[in-house]
């Protein structure tokens, strides 16, 4: 057992073990949801690939397709915001070189959600 994982009051020269470094992220308490709203997205994209077997017209499946990617964009959303309220306020509050890391990660994670 390391001093970080001991019974007991921390040691003063312990480094806290947060919720990220245990590998708990921000979806965490949500993760039930999360995984029940990608079956659902799993499911609409599973009906696409019916209605192109069924050979339904095509803009009827571009209006499906539409909202599968819609629902993956709002998942998206909510995964973000998610990070932004856990992981980058943890490093926030730690401060020094690991709150710039966080913003630049979700920066560029932002910039790709926008080109998509």
Do not use: N, W
């Amino acid at each position: 057992m390391t001093t970080t994982e001991a019974a007991g009051p921390p040691a003063t020269d312990t480094i806290p073990v947060t919720d990220h470094d245990r590998g708990v992220h921000g979806y965490h308490k949500q993760k039930d949801e999360h995984l029940k709203r990608l079956r659902r997205i799993e499911g609409q994209v599973r009906g696409l690939q019916r209605m192109v077997d069924e050979d339904v017209y095509c803009i009827d499946i571009l209006t499906q397709v539409s909202a599968s990617t819609k629902a993956l964009q709002s998942f998206a959303l909510q995964l973000l915001e998610e990070h932004l309220r856990h992981c980058v306020a943890d490093a926030a509050v730690k401060g020094g070189s690991e709150v710039d890391a966080k913003v630049e990660e979700a920066t560029k994670a932002i910039a790709r959600l926008l080109r998509s």
